[in-house]
């Protein structure tokens, strides 16, 4: 069942604690020049209303300042490590397709060295590749492998 009884204090104290979170802070001087601050201002005094959020410290303006000085070279160094990171990624995929790419040259060389005839597509028709083709083939094929599979 519910209860309207907690639901009512509940409601109360949030408006008694919005209420006090909105009051102001007030500064003012008592007859032996002590200075006081309180959240209502005193009764026959001469008080002064503050804005806590208008008057900042010098060292909260200099945090301020190094925060902001902080904060451009954090973004700095992100993007730094961004472009670093995408290089390294385009690097890694170049190489792999590198690899792919000199083990298909050497999968070629291997077809012309072991294989009494290879045929080619031409216009739609299988044509078997004359001798003299083959070996010029097989020269360029070692050419492209020994430039291009460096280390591989």
Request: with cysteine; hydrophobic share 35%; net charge positive.
């Amino acid at each position: 069942m519910f209860n309207f009884s907690r639901l009512g204090l509940a409601l109360i104290t949030g408006l008694l604690l919005s209420a006090t979170a909105s009051a102001g802070i007030y500064k003012w001087t008592d007859a032996s020049g002590k200075v006081h601050y309180t959240d209502q201002p005193p009764s026959g005094k001469k008080s002064q209303a503050l804005n806590p959020n208008t008057a900042l410290p010098d060292s909260a303006q200099d945090a301020r300042k190094n925060l902001g000085i902080r904060e451009q070279q954090f973004i700095k160094n992100r993007e730094e490590r961004l472009k670093k990171e995408t290089a390294a990624k385009q690097k890694k995929l170049a190489e792999k397709q590198r690899r792919k790419d000199c083990v298909k040259l050497r999968h070629n060389l291997q077809v012309y060295l072991t294989r009494n005839r290879v045929a080619t597509i031409v216009d739609g028709k299988s044509v078997v590749v004359p001798y003299e083709e083959r070996v010029k083939k097989m020269e360029k094929l070692r050419v492209q492998i020994e430039r291009s599979c460096e280390g591989f």
